[in-house]
């Protein structure tokens, strides 16, 4: 009996319902109680509404894990089918062997790559609240900065990768400052928005308490940019690991940029995926962190 | 039953408006918000501002406040001409703005900061009037916890926590029900009896200014001008019970018969 | 003029010959500072070139740039013609799969179970990263870095289309369904119209990453193209190619978003009239 008919027959017996009578779990159905006495098992009835509901809420979790897990299973099987070179495309369980095997190699290149893109994401979170604060401080910054500021964003920052290897070396400063670069812009954009969207009221109610502009900026105006800048640098730490990652692709001796650049080189496809996996664990932690960051400021504000 | 702010001398005000007019973006495309309003106000008096919206009721309480100044005129309140914001004036607005983050009684101890008084001084004060409030047991409580009625309550307590002399409220009860709004009036009028401020209300409530004021003065439509200075004759302290009565409504068709003058033909008033 | 007495400042008074003083001045002051900024941090890198701060190989002055780009014009156009063409097939095959999954994704319950959690969390993934993976499959011809972009592109097109299709309001929905309409007359008359700003807000940041793998694709494998340009000639030293090479892509990116524009205008167009 599929689900849709159990449900159906669900239905029904809610429309005339089965009444419960005398200890619990003993249900008479009216036509039973017409004749002689006739005890139902509560059991009956009850099971195929709970199964039909339980089915309708949880099909679409089922549905799409099970299409993912079915997919990684085909290409398992593909790959083992075809005997595919691993060169081209490697099974996941290779992947995760690979993975295994290199976590060294690995290991040693997360930090690189992760720990200069949260310095440049650090850098960028306080130079672009800086920023913002400064220009939300000055009106005449603000109208002379701000929209040159959203014209810059018309060139796809990455293009400049290049140009910060050749101003600041082939090493660390490079990418930290391209990092940093990449990252900063949202920032600016996002909490200069927020301090300005304060409510009016707000703000004249401090304005009728003599508040100073410090004050206001201080109590009033950076509490309720906060959110601004919370969803901004969910932005920022991404487009920090992306930016670190490309500089690495055009020179480093070492991260994961590095790692999977060489692979290439050698056609070690399953060392680049694996890579990427540890990117992915990597970026999930970084965005986790704010996400969670995010929710105590959502708690602060009562929530 | 009229009263006139003739009969107020200028040494008898508190709040003193003097030919006060306003004008925005002057030059061929102007608009005249204000056009002469003269009014006075006594120590301890408290006077609604009645009016159709846009006729100008707000922009002038922004200006007793300090924060709007007249194209023309002057404005003093307590012997002295208003210049900008004022340390003893305590403001209020449609919207309770309590900052979100900060629970009642934080928010009611906020002009304490600004004004970079000892908190210690004040603090049993903002637990007295939040606990006058009815809200003894929401101290602690963020806004998003409380309800439209229960945070205006809190919004009075912070106009009140830092004993201004004058108190200003631009519709502070428009956005409530009918039900929280009639005992958000009986919670003003309480306080207001205990604490004997000096009052200007701006409403387009008919009902709520008579029961709240001592005297209700008429705008007309946009430019604003006062056509009407109307004592109102109940004794303090006022029950709610006198809303029923004859006279209250008497008092109330008057006024009513007032605004619709000033409106073009067609429109209703409030 | 009476209203020229009230005016004090120069931008006044220029705003007063053209009408309302103070929202007229404020309009001149917000369009002129931020230009007169721009031209002043212009000034400021040519003095501070001139005055030999930076060697000329990391700061080229301005006005070397600027000849470079006159000078090598025709060399450089061709290279950002590769790159324009390149971003052009990238993004329109992945605005065209996108919106089609899109629309399949709305259709079909059963799809769009199956597949928009697994596009969603698709999108974890740094496909950024596996720009070496892509040269590695296809090679350092341009296939390559179309199919980076294609795939960079994909996700949040894909995304934000489903949200707009889905999200029409259900009462008119429910209108259209009473009206006995088929799904697929649902779809094109009142899905598509009120979804399209989703999914133009969804093309124009498909675009932005086309533009950003192809520019990528074109540091790690080739030999061709702006970001070729870019990174070669910031390897040799050549910083006011590289800088230049830079100004051709914002010409790229602006003309490329310019058609996405026109497109959005038209399509909004002709469903308006003929909705």
């Given at each position: 009996?599929?689900?849709?008919?159990?449900?159906?027959?669900?239905?029904?017996?809610?429309?005339?319902?089965?009444?419960?009578?005398?200890?619990?779990?003993?249900v008479?159905t009216?036509?039973?109680?017409?004749?002689?006495?006739?005890?139902?098992?509560?059991?009956?009835?009850?099971?195929?509404?709970?199964?039909?509901?339980?089915?309708?809420?949880?099909?679409?979790?089922?549905?799409?894990?099970?299409?993912?897990?079915f997919?990684?299973?085909?290409?398992?099987?593909?790959?083992?089918?075809?005997?595919?070179?691993?060169?081209?495309?490697?099974?996941p369980?290779?992947?995760?062997?690979?993975?295994?095997?290199?976590?060294?190699?690995?290991?040693?290149?997360?930090?690189?790559?992760?720990?200069?893109?949260?310095?440049?994401?650090?850098?960028?979170?306080?130079?672009?609240?800086?920023?913002?604060?400064?220009?939300?401080?000055?009106?005449?910054?603000?109208?002379?900065?701000?929209?040159?500021?959203?014209?810059?964003?018309?060139?796809?920052?990455?293009?400049?990768?290049?140009?910060?290897?050749?101003?600041?070396?082939?090493?660390?400063?490079?990418?930290?400052?391209?990092?940093?670069?990449?990252?900063?812009?949202?920032?600016?954009?996002?909490?200069t928005?927020?301090?300005q969207?304060?409510d009016?009221?707000?703000?004249?109610?401090?304005?009728?308490?003599?508040?100073?502009?410090?004050?206001?900026?201080?109590?009033?105006?950076?509490?309720?940019?906060?959110?601004?800048?919370?969803?901004?640098?969910?932005?920022?730490?991404?487009?920090?690991?992306?930016?670190?990652?490309?500089?690495?692709?055009?020179?480093?001796?070492?991260?994961?940029?590095?790692?999977?650049?060489?692979?290439?080189?050698?056609?070690?496809?399953?060392?680049?995926?694996?890579?990427?996996?540890?990117?992915?664990?990597?970026?999930?932690?970084?965005?986790?962190?704010?996400?969670?960051?995010?929710?105590?400021?959502?708690?602060?504000?009562?929530? | 039953?009229?009263?006139?702010?003739?009969?107020?001398?200028?040494?008898?005000?508190?709040v003193?408006?003097?030919?006060?007019?306003?004008?925005?973006?002057?030059g061929?495309?102007?608009?005249?918000a204000?056009?002469?309003?003269?009014?006075?106000?006594?120590?301890?008096?408290?006077?609604?501002?009645?009016?159709?919206s846009?006729?100008?009721k707000?922009?002038?309480?922004?200006?007793?406040?300090?924060?709007?100044?007249?194209?023309?005129?002057?404005?003093?309140?307590?012997?002295?001409?208003?210049?900008?914001?004022?340390?003893?004036?305590?403001?209020?607005?449609?919207?309770?703005?309590?900052?979100?983050?900060?629970?009642?009684?934080?928010?009611?101890?906020?002009?304490?900061?600004?004004?970079?008084?000892?908190?210690?001084?004040?603090?049993?004060?903002?637990?007295?009037?939040l606990?006058?409030?009815?809200?003894?047991?929401?101290?602690?409580?963020k806004?998003?916890?409380l309800?439209?009625?229960?945070?205006?309550?809190?919004?009075i307590?912070?106009?009140?926590?830092?004993?201004?002399?004058?108190?200003?409220?631009?519709?502070?009860?428009?956005?409530?029900?009918?039900?929280?709004?009639?005992?958000?009036?009986q919670?003003?009028?309480?306080?207001?009896?205990?604490?004997?401020?000096?009052?200007?209300?701006?409403?387009?409530?008919?009902?709520?200014?008579?029961?709240?004021?001592?005297?209700?003065?008429?705008m007309?439509?946009?430019?604003?001008?006062?056509?009407?200075?109307?004592?109102?004759?109940?004794?303090?302290?006022?029950?709610?019970?006198?809303?029923?009565?004859?006279?209250?409504?008497?008092?109330?068709?008057?006024?009513?018969?007032?605004?619709?003058?000033?409106e073009?033909?067609?429109?209703?008033?409030a | 003029?009476?209203?020229?007495?009230h005016?004090?400042?120069?931008?006044?008074?220029?705003?007063?010959l053209?009408?309302?003083?103070?929202?007229?001045?404020?309009?001149?002051?917000?369009?002129?500072?931020?230009?007169?900024?721009?031209?002043?941090?212009?000034?400021?890198?040519?003095r501070?070139?001139?005055?030999?701060?930076?060697p000329?190989?990391?700061?080229?002055?301005?006005?070397?740039?600027?000849?470079?780009?006159?000078?090598q014009?025709?060399?450089?156009?061709?290279?950002?013609?590769?790159?324009?063409?390149?971003?052009?097939?990238?993004?329109?095959?992945?605005?065209?799969?996108?919106?089609?999954?899109?629309?399949?994704i709305?259709?079909?319950?059963?799809?769009?179970?199956?597949?928009?959690?697994?596009?969603v969390?698709?999108?974890?993934?740094?496909?950024?990263?596996?720009?070496?993976?892509?040269?590695?499959?296809?090679?350092?011809?341009?296939?390559?870095?179309?199919?980076?972009?294609?795939?960079?592109?994909?996700?949040?097109?894909?995304?934000?289309?489903?949200?707009?299709?889905?999200?029409?309001?259900?009462?008119?929905?429910?209108?259209?369904?009473s009206?006995?309409?088929?799904?697929?007359?649902?779809?094109?008359?009142?899905?598509?119209?009120?979804?399209?700003p989703?999914?133009?807000?969804?093309?124009?940041?498909?675009?932005?990453?086309?533009?950003?793998?192809?520019?990528?694709?074109?540091?790690?494998?080739?030999?061709?193209?702006?970001?070729?340009?870019?990174?070669?000639?910031?390897?040799?030293?050549?910083?006011?190619?590289?800088?230049?090479a830079?100004?051709?892509?914002?010409?790229?990116?602006?003309?490329?978003?310019?058609?996405?524009?026109?497109?959005?205008?038209?399509?909004?167009?002709?469903?308006?009239?003929?909705?």
């Open positions: 009996m599929n689900a849709r008919a159990l449900a159906v027959a669900d239905l029904d017996t809610l429309a005339t319902g089965p009444e419960t009578d005398g200890p619990a779990g003993i008479t009216p036509q039973a109680a017409t004749g002689p006495a006739a005890v139902v098992p509560a059991a009956a009835p009850v099971q195929p509404l709970r199964l039909a509901g339980l089915w309708r809420q949880f099909r679409p979790t089922v549905l799409s894990t099970g299409f993912g897990l997919m990684l299973a085909l290409w398992e099987f593909l790959v083992w089918v075809t005997d595919y070179p691993p060169a081209i495309l490697p099974s369980t290779a992947i995760l062997a690979t993975m295994f095997a290199h976590r060294e190699l690995l290991l040693t290149n997360m930090p690189p790559t992760a720990g200069v893109a949260l310095g440049g994401f650090f850098i960028a979170t306080f130079a672009g609240v800086a920023i913002a604060v400064a220009m939300t401080w000055s009106k005449y910054l603000k109208e002379a900065f701000y929209p040159n500021i959203i014209a810059f964003q018309i060139v796809p920052k990455i293009a400049w990768a290049p140009m910060f290897i050749l101003w600041l070396g082939i090493d660390t400063e490079s990418r930290l400052g391209f990092a940093t670069f990449i990252s900063i812009f949202p920032i600016i954009i996002s909490m928005t927020g301090l969207s304060t009016r009221s707000m703000l004249m109610l401090c304005r009728s308490l003599t508040a100073s502009k410090w004050q206001m900026l201080v109590h009033v105006r950076f509490p309720y940019a906060l959110p601004f800048l919370f969803s901004a640098m969910k932005i920022s730490i991404t487009l920090a690991m992306i930016g670190v990652i490309v500089a690495e692709f055009i020179t480093s001796q070492r991260g994961l940029g590095f790692v999977i650049l060489t692979a290439a080189g050698r056609a070690e496809t399953d060392l680049i995926m694996a890579a990427v996996l540890v990117l992915i664990v990597v970026g999930l932690a970084f965005y986790g962190v704010v996400a969670f960051g995010t929710w105590l400021v959502d708690r602060w504000f009562g929530r | 039953m009229t009263g006139s702010s003739t009969t107020i001398s200028r040494a008898d005000a508190y003193n408006v003097d030919g006060v007019r306003k004008i925005y973006n002057p061929p495309k102007q608009v005249e204000l056009a002469e309003v003269h009014c006075r106000v006594r120590e301890g008096e408290f006077v609604s501002l009645l009016g159709p846009g006729c100008g707000s922009t002038l309480l922004m200006m007793v406040a300090g924060l709007e100044t007249p194209s023309i005129g002057r404005i003093d309140v307590g012997g002295r001409a208003m210049e900008g914001p004022r340390e003893d004036i305590g403001l209020m607005f449609q919207d309770p703005t309590l900052l979100p983050w900060k629970t009642a009684i934080e928010n009611v101890m906020f002009p304490i900061t600004i004004l970079r008084r000892p908190k210690n001084e004040y603090r049993d004060a903002a637990v007295a009037l606990t006058q409030v009815g809200l003894g047991d929401f101290l602690d409580r806004p998003a916890q309800s439209g009625g229960m945070r205006q309550r809190v919004a307590c912070r106009a009140l926590v830092y004993d201004p002399s004058l108190l200003l409220m631009d519709e502070p009860f428009s956005a409530l029900d009918a039900i929280t709004r009639d005992e958000m009036n919670v003003l009028m309480n306080m207001w009896q205990e604490f004997r401020k000096t009052g200007l209300f701006v409403t387009h409530s008919i009902r709520e200014s008579v029961f709240l004021s001592d005297r209700v003065l008429v007309s439509a946009r430019p604003g001008r006062i056509v009407a200075d109307v004592t109102i004759p109940f004794a303090r302290p006022r029950d709610f019970s006198i809303v029923e009565g004859r006279e209250f409504n008497e008092i109330c068709a008057y006024l009513r018969s007032k605004i619709s003058e000033q073009p033909t067609g429109a209703k008033a | 003029m009476a209203s020229l007495r005016s004090e400042s120069p931008f006044a008074a220029i705003g007063a053209l009408g309302s003083v103070e929202y007229r001045a404020a309009a001149f002051r917000m369009v002129a500072l931020p230009l007169l900024t721009a031209a002043g941090v212009i000034w400021m890198w040519d501070t070139v001139d005055a030999g701060l930076f000329t190989v990391m700061l080229p002055p301005p006005a070397d740039v600027v000849n470079m780009l006159v000078a014009s025709g060399f450089m156009l061709g290279h950002a013609e590769k790159t324009f063409y390149e971003c052009l097939a990238g993004f329109v095959i992945a605005a065209l799969t996108g919106v089609g999954l899109a629309t399949l709305t259709v079909s319950r059963i799809c769009r179970e199956m597949l928009y959690p697994n596009l969390l698709f999108q974890l993934i740094p496909t950024i990263a596996l720009g070496p993976l892509f040269a590695l499959w296809f090679g350092v011809g341009p296939q390559s870095r179309l199919f980076y972009a294609m795939c960079l592109a994909l996700f949040p097109i894909v995304v934000a289309s489903s949200t707009g299709l889905m999200n029409t309001s259900p009462y008119f929905v429910r209108l259209c369904e009206l006995t309409a088929s799904r697929w007359q649902i779809l094109f008359r009142v899905r598509f119209p009120f979804a399209l989703h999914i133009f807000t969804g093309l124009r940041i498909g675009l932005t990453l086309a533009i950003i793998g192809v520019v990528v694709g074109e540091f790690i494998t080739a030999q061709s193209g702006i970001g070729y340009l870019i990174s070669y000639a910031s390897s040799g030293m050549e910083t006011a190619t590289a800088l230049a830079i100004l051709f892509l914002l010409g790229v990116g602006m003309v490329l978003f310019l058609m996405l524009m026109v497109l959005e205008l038209v399509l909004n167009y002709l469903f308006s009239t003929h909705g």
